[in-house]
Each structure stands twice: as C-alpha cells, then as structure tokens.
T-cell receptor, first 112, second 118 residues
Framework: DQQVKQNSPSLSVQEGRISILNCDYT??????FLWYKKYPAEGPTFLIS?????DKNEDGRFTVFLNKSAKHLSLHIVPSQPGDSAVYFC???????????FGGGTRVLVKP | GAGVSQSPSNKVTEKGKDVELRCDPI?????LYWYRQSLGQGLEFLIY????????KSGLPSDRFSAERTGGSVSTLTIQRTQQEDSAVYLC????????????????FGPGTRLTVL
C-alpha cells in the first residue's frame, strides 16, 4: 500500500524554465510534508517543507504547494538550473518525531 | 562538521557474516532514524529512536536486524547473518521534534553506508 506516490518517474526541462514535480498521498493523518533532493552516492538533502496548516511555502527558487482536499502537493523550481538535476523525493509524516513515508522519486534532468 | 555522519561509507561482506553500521546524529538532535534504499527502490523506514528508546521498530525486516542507541547520541545498526537481499544503502537521519513549529521536525540525512553482501 503506497501511501505516498510520485507518478512521474522522470522529468526533463530546459534551463531557465519551470520544473513542476507532483506528489499524491492517501493518508489523511499526514500533517507535515517535505521535499528532498538526492544526488547519486549521497544522502537526501532537505529542500523545503510545509505544514498542513498552510497551502504554500516559498524558499528562493523553490515553492511547495499543498492541496489538502485533493491530498496533493507539488514542488515548483523556477528558474531551473543544470545543478538541479537530481532525484527528488516527497515525504510525509503524521506527527512530530514520526517516521517519514517517501514517494518513489522523480528524476529531474535540466538541459543547458 | 555539523551534519549527520555515518561509517563506514562502504561495506562489502560475505553472506552469513555480521555487520555493524554506525550513525552520529547532529548534536542536540533527540530523534534518530534508520532507513534503507535497495537498488531501484524507494526509501524504506527501519527504526526510530527518541533518546535511547526505540518506540517504533516496525520497519525492521527480520530479527536479524537490531539497533541500539547509547547516550542519546550514537546509534549502531547490526545485521546478523547477512543475506544478499540485505544489500542496500543504509541511511541515518536525525531531528529535534517537539519544537514550537513542525519545522524543527525536519529530518536531516547522513551520506549513507552502501552495504554489499556477496
């Protein structure tokens, strides 16, 4: 039972354009959502998070949107840069200190 | 450094041997987590520590897997009688849950230990 899903395994985008990554979840108990970026042979790097009491959080080029009624979140990267090429994971947790449940990841390739 | 560190970075072992993987969390982080990522798979939760206690061990795949945490800091994940299906990258993360906002609950990951069982 996949509680967190990233339906697009890969995404290719031109440098300078917007990258939009999507994530769906099924468990309404999730109240904290995170995006991580992962390069090969490295651990996941935290990018941005959002609490369920908000619908948008922005940090520089990264914006996360949360639609609780649709159980959907998205990550927007604008403008995309070649260094953004990596695998992106969305993750969710139910309560403080709780384990993270991850999506399967989306591989992003930003073309110069 | 101030991040989560793990050792060794790579471990190659023979089937049937025991291995120990170590995690040093960020100083002051009370919560520590172990995850693993098998080839072509997503990140899978193994165990969670709050202080030295493990309130959630639900992700440990078999009784060959165990973990401990001492002094509220360093943690060791032990795999006994390793099998080829144990080959994966084992990741450790830490956080400081219970702050005034959920942002303190963000988990920060170490670089991982790549385990290969021949």
């Amino acid at each position: 039972d996949q509680q967190v899903k990233q339906n697009s395994p890969s995404l290719s985008v031109q440098e300078g354009r917007i990258s939009i990554l999507n994530c769906d979840y099924t468990n309404s108990m999730f109240d904290y959502f995170l995006w991580y970026k992962k390069y090969p042979a490295e651990g996941p790097t935290f990018l941005i998070s959002i609490s369920s009491i908000k619908d948008k959080n922005e940090d520089g080029r990264f914006t996360v949107f949360l639609n609780k009624s649709a159980k959907h979140l998205s990550l927007h990267i604008v403008p995309s840069q070649p260094g953004d090429s990596a695998v992106y994971f969305c993750a969710a947790s139910k309560a403080a200190g709780n384990k993270l449940t991850f999506g399967g990841g989306t591989r992003v390739l930003v073309k110069p | 450094g101030a991040g989560v560190s793990q050792s060794p970075s790579n471990k190659v072992t023979e089937k049937g041997k025991d291995v120990e993987l170590r995690c040093d969390p960020i100083s002051g982080h009370t919560a520590l987590y172990w995850y693993r990522q098998s080839l072509g798979q997503g990140l899978e939760f193994l165990i969670y520590f709050q202080g030295n206690s493990a309130p959630d061990k639900s992700g440990l795949p078999s009784d060959r897997f165990s973990a401990e945490r001492t002094g509220g800091s360093v943690s060791t994940l032990t795999i006994q009688r390793t099998q080829q299906e144990d080959s994966a990258v084992y990741l450790c993360a830490s956080s400081f849950p219970g702050g005034t906002t959920r942002s303190t609950d963000t988990q920060y990951f170490g670089p991982g230990t790549r385990l290969t069982v021949l």
